[in-house]
């Protein structure tokens, strides 16, 4: 099981949201690139990173700190928000970025998605981002009459890498990530699911750990690090256990 230290950009710093609202965004560090070298000092060889207003705006608003992230990382980075079209994918794809998150688009303009993943292969992940159980989308600032689920079976035979779930509702609230919902979509989908949401301490890694075998790829985690409530060294040893 992958463990993805997150790191969130907002006007180029390392940030966290509680429930995905922009104004209440917490600074954790102003160099992304450095926080990245940091994460894989402790032992990370992937990371998850999330264009904040590019997820807002619907096209890339962090450019220059990604692209010193994925200078930086030696690992694999995972890139989300904003990307909403070709160009933008292949742009991403060109620098270096080892897989895309597509969250609005896969619900507003599937077709473009499918072709991504096509041409891409392995490449693009689709984020199902629920909220009361219907996907939010427009970096979750809307709620759709989308059940998750249907959402998610769309891209079964699309050729996309994985499914990314997050539980809005849990979102940097440190409240536990919704181990439940997540192996339930994980047991409904014939595509690895990667949890988001909510992770408080190691006993999400450990329970996630468990139902790995349902189908779950990994996890995201990113306050719990930087309170010092997970350490990463720790989570990744425990997800790698045999």
Not at 35 to 64: C, I, M, R, T
Request: hydrophobic residues 50%; negative net charge; aromatic residues 6%.
């Amino acid at each position: 099981m992958i463990v993805f230290p997150a790191i969130d950009l907002k006007a180029g710093q390392v940030v966290r949201l509680s429930e995905g609202e922009m104004d209440s965004a917490t600074v954790y560090a102003d160099d992304p690139a450095a926080q990245a070298v940091q994460f894989s000092e402790q032992g990370a060889e992937f990371l998850h990173v999330v264009d904040l207003d590019g997820a807002f705006a619907g096209k890339p608003e962090n450019a220059e700190a990604v692209e010193a992230i994925v200078e930086a990382f030696p690992g694999h980075v995972q890139l989300g928000g904003g990307i909403r079209n070709a160009a933008t994918v292949e742009r991403w794809f060109n620098l270096g970025v080892s897989r895309l998150v597509i969250g609005t688009a896969a619900l507003k303009d599937s077709e473009f998605v499918k072709a991504a993943a096509k041409q891409w292969e392995g490449g693009i992940v689709v984020a199902v981002d629920a909220r009361d159980g219907m996907v939010a989308t427009d970096g979750w600032a809307e709620k759709s009459d989308m059940p998750v689920i249907d959402l998610a079976r769309r891209f079964e035979d699309a050729g996309v890498a994985s499914l990314l779930f997050t539980d809005v509702g849990r979102d940097g609230l440190l409240k536990g990530c919704n181990i439940g919902a997540t192996v339930e979509l994980a047991q409904q989908v014939d595509l690895p699911v990667i949890a988001s949401g909510g992770v408080k301490g190691i006993d999400d890694i450990h329970m996630l750990k468990l139902q790995e075998g349902a189908g779950i790829e990994g996890v995201i985690t990113g306050r719990a690090i930087f309170e010092g409530r997970l350490d990463l060294a720790t989570a990744i040893a425990m997800a790698n256990r045999e």
